[in-house]
């Protein structure tokens, strides 16, 4: 199995445990001489099962994207960097945001607001972070789909 198809699967498996979490709310309590439409003892025995198999799956991810390495870094580091650049950027633009925003004035004797920052040099740091980032999630994916799960 390829650690692409293992993070899918691993996907679903949080989608289903999900779905199980609100089945089972769904079906904790009937009105006396009712049944619950679905068996909350079999709903916890498919919940369990896919515990375990998410935990087996989690390690196993885990465990791969330590010892794949790229260039010499292992995935688990170009996961850490992509992660970073994704904050980064949202500062970047959160600020861009903010200092392209400046208050019109309809006479003279209004209060002047000017930027504090310089939004194209931000701007073009910025775009070179995204792009960082893009290149970043290619080889992530690359490797994602390239390498054997452990």
Not at 12 to 32: F, G, H, P, W
Not at 60 to 71: G, Q
Not at 73 to 87: F, G, H, P, Q, R
């Amino acid at each position: 199995m390829k650690l692409a198809e293992a993070l899918q699967e691993r996907a679903d498996l949080n989608t289903k445990i999900s779905e199980l979490r609100s089945r089972l709310y769904d079906n904790a309590v009937v009105q006396e001489g009712e049944k619950p439409a679905e068996d909350p003892s079999e709903l916890l025995t498919e919940l369990d099962k896919a515990a375990e198999r998410l935990y087996e799956l989690i390690s196993r991810i885990n465990l791969t994207n330590c010892a794949t390495k790229a260039d010499g870094v292992t995935l688990t580091e170009l996961i850490a960097k992509k992660d970073v650049l994704k904050a980064r950027i949202g500062a970047y633009r959160d600020l861009i945001s903010a200092g392209s925003q400046t208050a019109r004035r309809a006479s003279r004797t209004e209060i002047k607001i000017l930027s504090a920052v310089d939004v194209p040099a931000l701007q073009k740091k910025s775009d070179e972070l995204s792009r960082e980032l893009r290149l970043t999630d290619n080889r992530i994916q690359e490797l994602n789909w390239t390498t054997e799960l452990k």
